[in-house]
């Protein structure tokens, strides 16, 4: 009996056995048909498509005309005296009147990826890693010193008695007088005087003066925008992260600001390409491009704005300077 009892009992063990493995099998089996249509479906995936379509509601602008630009790469866009519109490009500057007629082209040695326009004076083009002066008849007038292998020059923003230059490659704002010499590095990181430092992942790094005369930069790495005296004083930022309308996605944005005469800012992103209004206090209060109004793929869309505060937009993927008109009714 003990013998029998000793092998019934290894019996139902064994069915036992068999029974847990084929539990396991079967419950492992459908975890994995579980595990599959949750990869089908995941809730973590980077899924941008949602984003890709503006809230009708928020369009306050209509784009109201194109001027095409007959050249293989376009970086910079200026309004300068009279209205004229400013393009440049590889080893030339195109000069078109407010009605997108083409007027002159000013042909330099090297690709300008940045200029800006002094009223009834001279035009500023910031090379790689220097900046070079013209008239507006374009005669090169001078070239400064160059800021070194590491220099990347982005952005140029005048005042009345300096020159401001983002440099994406020393990850600072160089400050010279209109001759040329150097002043001031701005944005270095100080904790001391609450100076954060520029994080500049890309090369995308905009400085504008506001209409109240200070100096604001593009942090991107931080997604803000970042206000100094003319002394590089660190006095404020905004901005923050999101993907939704009312912040800056992506790596690294704001790859383009400038402002409205009422000191409103107009910002431009990458990633997912869109133009929005912000007053001054930064709040998102409408937009001028949707994501949908662009190329996939689509990046450095500079900013201008006209005497008749039309925003303009360089659009490099279509060869386009597009002009965006505020709608009459205000929506």
Same mark, same amino acid.
């Given at each position: ?12 063990? *064994?069915? +036992?056995? &068999?029974?847990?493995?084929?539990? !396991? @099998?079967? $419950?492992?089996?459908?975890? =994995? ?49 009279? *209205?004229? +519109?400013? &393009?440049?490009?590889?080893?030339? !500057? @195109?000069? $078109?009147?407010?009605?997108? =007629? ?230």
């Amino acid at each position: 009996m003990a013998a029998f009892k000793i092998k019934k009992d290894r019996i139902w063990s *064994g069915v +036992i056995i &068999v029974l847990s493995m084929a539990g !396991i @099998l079967f $419950f492992g089996y459908k975890a =994995i048909q579980e595990n599959s249509k949750r990869n089908q479906d995941n809730p973590f995936e980077y899924d941008i498509e949602r984003f890709m379509e503006s809230d009708a509601s928020l369009v306050h602008y209509s784009e109201v005309g194109r001027i095409p630009l007959e050249q293989p790469h376009v970086y910079g866009l200026a309004v300068g005296p009279e *209205g004229n +519109i400013y &393009v440049s490009g590889d080893k030339t !500057i @195109l000069i $078109f009147n407010g009605e997108g =007629i083409h007027q002159s082209t000013i042909s330099v040695d090297e690709p300008v990826h940045c200029l800006a326009v002094e009223k009834n004076r001279d035009v500023y083009l910031g090379m790689n890693n220097h900046v070079e002066v013209y008239d507006l008849d374009g005669k090169k007038k001078a070239e400064w010193e160059s800021r070194g292998e590491e220099a990347i020059f982005t952005s140029i923003a005048l005042s009345e008695d300096s020159v401001f230059v983002a440099d994406a490659g020393n990850l600072i704002v160089w400050k010279f007088d209109k001759s040329g010499n150097l002043l001031k590095k701005i944005g270095e990181k100080d904790e001391k005087k609450d100076i954060p430092g520029f994080i500049i992942p890309s090369p995308y790094f905009d400085v504008a003066v506001d209409p109240d005369g200070f100096l604001w930069a593009a942090n991107t790495g931080r997604h803000s925008l970042e206000n100094y005296t003319m002394d590089g004083g660190f006095r404020t930022s905004w901005g923050e992260f999101s993907m939704g309308i009312e912040g800056f996605c992506g790596c690294c944005n704001p790859t383009h600001f400038i402002f409205l005469e009422d000191g409103s800012f107009i910002t431009s992103e990458k990633g997912i390409a869109r133009i929005k209004v912000h007053n001054q206090l930064g709040e998102m209060v409408s937009v001028v491009a949707g994501p949908d109004q662009f190329v996939e793929g689509t990046v450095g869309l500079d900013l201008a704005v006209d005497s008749a505060q039309r925003i303009l937009v360089l659009d490099p993927k279509q060869k386009l300077v597009r002009i965006f008109a505020k709608n009459q009714d205000g929506q």
